[in-house]
């Protein structure tokens, strides 16, 4: 897997990023998991009749770089559920 750019680096990551920022520093949460790189354009969400299904990005899957299973495993709640 090649490096993620610099401006991707903070989408890449925001999940760590946001797991590593106390629980009670929610503003903080916040802005983490609300940034996005300055060359993407997001849609107006209250565009009357908005269509999701229709913008070209929802057929892109995320690069997570997270793994979840490892914090359901250490917490115990990976076995109840299907990965």
Request: glycine fraction near 2%; charge should be negative.
């Given at each position: 897997?090649?490096?993620?750019?610099?401006?991707?680096?903070?989408?890449n990551y925001a999940l760590r990023l946001s797991?590593?920022?106390?629980?009670?520093?929610?503003?903080?949460?916040?802005?983490?998991?609300?940034?996005?790189?300055?060359?993407?354009?997001?849609?107006?969400?209250?565009?009357?009749?908005?269509?999701i299904d229709l913008l070209a990005e929802i057929?892109?899957?995320?690069?997570?770089?997270?793994?979840?299973?490892?914090?359901?495993?250490?917490?115990?709640?990976?076995?109840?559920?299907?990965?």
């Amino acid at each position: 897997m090649k490096p993620p750019s610099d401006d991707m680096l903070h989408v890449n990551y925001a999940l760590r990023l946001s797991d590593a920022v106390p629980a009670n520093c929610v503003q903080l949460r916040n802005l983490l998991l609300s940034a996005y790189p300055c060359d993407m354009c997001l849609p107006e969400p209250l565009t009357p009749n908005l269509k999701i299904d229709l913008l070209a990005e929802i057929t892109q899957s995320p690069d997570i770089t997270h793994n979840h299973a490892v914090l359901l495993e250490r917490v115990g709640l990976r076995t109840g559920l299907d990965l």
